[in-house]
């Protein structure tokens, strides 16, 4: 729990500098921090299906990465434990990109910047993060 309040607080500090730099209204702290919990909301599913998965598991017991049945990797591409892409596909869900497109939506309605620039914006975090942990995998 500390964590996930950790995370949105470090996603909110960064949507209000981005807002900062660009000149936008003047929106607080609290405003991207709710920004930031509501896009959130979608995970609540993935987190129901793993809770199910779990629970449907004979012994209740399953590997970090299969307790997700929604991950791009359960459910399209079934890569092997060995193969680099293995854990940046299995973190990755429809519910996630969902909490994305949101996020950038709400960057959007709230500082009247273009779709483009917004998702620029609110997914650069994610791409560099990603990115860093994909070619560490690939290397």
């Given at each position: 729990?500390?964590?996930v309040?950790?995370?949105?607080?470090?996603?909110?500090?960064?949507?209000?500098?981005?807002?900062?730099?660009?000149?936008?209204?003047?929106?607080?702290?609290?405003?991207?921090?709710?920004?930031?919990?509501?896009?959130?909301?979608?995970?609540?599913?993935?987190?129901?299906?793993?809770?199910?998965?779990?629970?449907?598991?004979?012994?209740?017991?399953?590997?970090?990465?299969?307790?997700?049945?929604?991950?791009?990797?359960?459910?399209?591409?079934?890569?092997?434990?060995?193969?680099?892409l293995?854990?940046?596909?299995?973190?990755?869900?429809?519910?996630?990109?969902?909490?994305?497109?949101l996020?950038?939506?709400?960057?959007?309605?709230?500082?009247?910047?273009?779709?483009?620039?917004?998702?620029?914006?609110?997914?650069?975090?994610?791409?560099?993060?990603?990115?860093?942990?994909?070619?560490?995998?690939?290397?």
């Amino acid at each position: 729990l500390l964590g996930v309040l950790i995370i949105f607080s470090v996603m909110a500090v960064y949507l209000l500098l981005a807002n900062k730099l660009l000149d936008s209204e003047q929106l607080g702290f609290k405003h991207w921090f709710a920004l930031t919990c509501w896009c959130a909301t979608p995970t609540l599913l993935t987190a129901l299906a793993s809770l199910v998965n779990v629970l449907l598991a004979s012994d209740g017991q399953l590997t970090l990465e299969a307790i997700n049945p929604v991950s791009f990797n359960n459910m399209l591409l079934d890569l092997s434990p060995h193969d680099p892409l293995f854990a940046p596909l299995s973190s990755w869900d429809p519910f996630t990109v969902w909490n994305q497109i949101l996020m950038v939506l709400g960057f959007h309605y709230w500082t009247g910047k273009s779709i483009a620039k917004s998702a620029a914006i609110v997914l650069a975090p994610t791409v560099i993060i990603y990115g860093i942990w994909i070619a560490i995998a690939l290397a």
